[in-house]
């Protein structure tokens, strides 16, 4: 029996199952199911992949202003006045049981960043409180600035909290997505040279990047890297053309046609509403990737095509994977180092490769994660018919947004929108701190100059704008 997806009733026959999603997100959020125990370090970026999958699908009108308020006075309980953090849990919090006034929990900066995205994700201007109050009013930012500024390592990578010894470019990432949160300029809080010359050691001799130095390249690692030099604003001058045209290549190496799915796994309604016949995946041995099957003379993809994305090379397909992976495209595409691989003066050993080598098809990512979607729970899962949860649920809709946004020189035949696939039912979606476009707006509200004299009015905090 297949997972197929659900269809929302509305007159264009849309299968993205909104309804059952946001009720997936809502369960969630009220009540995590108990196979999340052993992770409930990680309670607080739960409460981001649920609250983040409810803006994405406009349904923040199902949680109350008193609901909300509950959770940004969780959120806030989570923060380490000593150490300058946020921790994800209530591990060690005796606030409730003594006299003590701080938090003995460790903070992170994984949790800080989501910490601080889901007090936005909370507070956005909504019809029943178009006026809301910033969010970060109390946030001791120059504490905050320190934590960050104590995870730096020598070598410029990031761990989790300055008394970790861990190197990882995931944190790299974090660090540099919170600075740009809070809007204030890099180089007043960290080394960034630094930071640039460990990114470029991460890089790998594929274009894509790993883990830490002399690691394999991974999607997610990859992503991590390129969003921290965009939001660090040194991506320009850290890829050349032949670079940037080497890591697109690697990341549209990644999407793949798995022959494990079959003809028998479409569902009328979802082609029907993609415009097209019965879908079919390529039956390709070996799971061979879709721009190798584009290149001239290569064999003829049906269509139409249902292909997501691996993290490495050989490893299945993964819904995770197509929003790292279309993310970290969707951040090359706006970028001039795009325009510099598109252009005829680029180098010898980039006009190389054909232009095929540039192909990635978004409408067949969109495909793929819908046949993802849990008929039966509503949410998104790895894999069909897999069981859905919040990590994959959330990258899944952000992937299936972006996919609809991304134009011309990822798109087969230079198309503007992508053809029979109707409207994107998601808010637009920002890939670099990876939260909706109208919440980072807000959060630039709440941080810009005026903001910041409401947050810290004592201190001068020179910020970007």
């Known amino acids: 029996m297949t997972n197929s997806p659900t269809t929302t009733g509305d007159s264009d026959r849309t299968p993205f199952a909104t309804k059952a999603h ?13 196979a999340y125990e052993a992770d409930d370090s990680n309670r607080l970026t739960f409460g981001f992949f649920a609250v983040g999958a409810l803006s994405m699908l406009d349904g923040m009108d199902r949680i109350d202003q008193k609901e909300k308020q509950d959770y940004r006075d969780w959120i806030n309980h989570r923060w380490n006045p000593r150490k300058g953090g ?12 003594s006299d003590s006034t701080e938090s003995l929990d460790q903070p992170h900066i994984t949790h800080t960043y989501a910490a601080l995205l889901l007090l936005g994700l909370l507070s956005v201007p909504q019809a029943d409180d178009p006026s809301p109050a910033n969010p970060y009013i109390g946030l001791d930012l120059p504490k905050l600035l320190e934590f960050i500024a104590g995870c730096q390592r020598s070598n410029g990578s990031f761990c989790p909290f300055p008394s970790s010894t861990e190197q990882d470019v995931r944190f790299v990432y974090c660090a540099a997505a919170i600075l740009a949160t809070v809007n204030v300029k890099p180089e007043r809080v960290i080394d960034v040279q630094a930071t640039v010359n460990f990114l470029a050691a991460c890089r790998r ?16 690692t990859t992503y991590c890297a390129l969003a921290a030099l965009s939001l660090l604003g040194r991506l320009e001058d850290s890829l050349s053309a032949d670079d940037a045209l080497e890591t697109v290549k690697w990341l549209v190496d990644r999407q793949t046609a798995h022959d494990d799915l ?15 016949p019965e879908s079919k995946l390529i039956d390709v041995e070996s799971k061979s990737c879709v721009r190798d099957q584009l290149l001239e003379g290569g064999t003829p993809l049906p269509e139409p095509l249902v292909a ?7 490893k299945p397909l993964d819904a995770c994977y197509s929003f790292w992976c279309t993310a970290a495209l969707s951040i ?30 978004p409408l067949a990512n969109i495909r793929f994660l819908l046949h993802c979607q849990s008929k039966q729970w509503g949410g998104i899962a790895r894999f069909p018919n897999d069981l859905p949860d919040l990590y994959h649920n959330y990258l899944a809709l952000g992937s299936i947004s972006l996919s609809y946004a991304l134009r011309s020189n990822f798109a087969h035949g230079q198309s503007e929108t992508l053809k029979g696939c109707g409207q994107n039912p998601l808010a637009e979606h920002d890939p670099s701190l990876n939260i909706p476009f109208s919440t980072v707006k807000w959060i630039k509200q709440c941080f810009s100059p005026e903001g910041h004299q409401q947050i810290q009015p004592q201190k001068k905090i020179e910020h970007l704008s």
């Open 22 to 34: 946001i009720r997936y997100a809502l369960r969630c959020l009220r009540m995590l199911p108990s």
């Open 205 to 220: 001799y594929d274009g894509g990047y790993g883990q830490a130095p002399h690691l394999e390249s991974q999607g997610g």
């Open 332 to 361: 090359i595409q706006k970028h001039s180092v795009f325009s510099r691989i598109s252009s005829s003066k680029v180098t010898s050993k980039a006009s190389a490769f054909s232009h095929s080598a540039l192909y990635h098809d």
């Open 86 to 97: 946020f921790s994800g849990q209530p591990s060690v919090d005796l606030r409730a049981y």
């Open 262 to 276: 079959t003809a028998e796994d479409s569902d009328d309604e979802l082609d029907a509403a993609l415009g097209g």
């Open 308 to 314: 997501g994305f691996q993290g490495r090379p050989g």
